[in-house]
């Protein structure tokens, strides 16, 4: 004959704090990997961001009077360096000369991990510049700059290999 185990109130103190230890314990876990993983807020300030909209909507109904067409290739060169080559034309097609231009590789889940791509001149309207990003998708977005104003944006979604 077998004798069974009581159960007393020791045992079940012991099962109650042992469950609760466990939750405890893996909620922490879930924290510390949410709370890492993390990128970053989108904004700093949702208000700054919201009186800025405005401004933003004049900018962009300026653009779409510019009617530029602008031409790129995002590639892996020698060595795995991505390199990116732009090019802007007007509506005659001829290049726009007097811009400065700089671009970014945004990555579309976290913000730590974007790339600046320093863009250099290579002629009238041709932009040429290389950084060093890992395969995946990425949101390319090029600015282009006549004396330190924004005149046009370009937003592109690209994947690199």
Not at 76 to 92: C, F, P, W, Y
Not at 127 to 132: E, M, P, Q, R, V
Not at 134 to 156: M, T
């Amino acid at each position: 004959m077998t004798k069974q185990r009581e159960l007393t109130g020791r045992a079940v103190l012991l099962w109650l704090v042992g469950f609760f230890a466990v939750i405890f314990a893996v909620n922490g876990w879930l924290v510390q990997a949410a709370t890492s993983t993390f990128g970053g807020l989108e904004t700093d300030s949702s208000y700054k961001a919201g009186l800025m909209f405005e401004r933003e909507v004049a900018k962009a109904e300026r653009q779409q009077e510019l009617n530029w067409q602008v031409d790129g290739a995002l590639v892996r060169g020698r060595g795995g360096a991505t390199v990116l080559n732009i090019s802007v034309r007007d509506t005659q097609g001829q290049p726009v000369d007097g811009l400065t231009a700089d671009a970014r590789l945004a990555h579309p889940a976290d913000s730590r991990l974007d790339h600046v791509i320093r863009l250099d001149t290579a002629g009238a309207g041709r932009f040429h510049g290389a950084d060093s990003a890992q395969p995946g998708q990425w949101e390319l977005i090029v600015d282009f700059y006549r004396a330190n104003e924004r005149v046009f944006r370009s937003k592109s979604r690209v994947t690199l290999q």
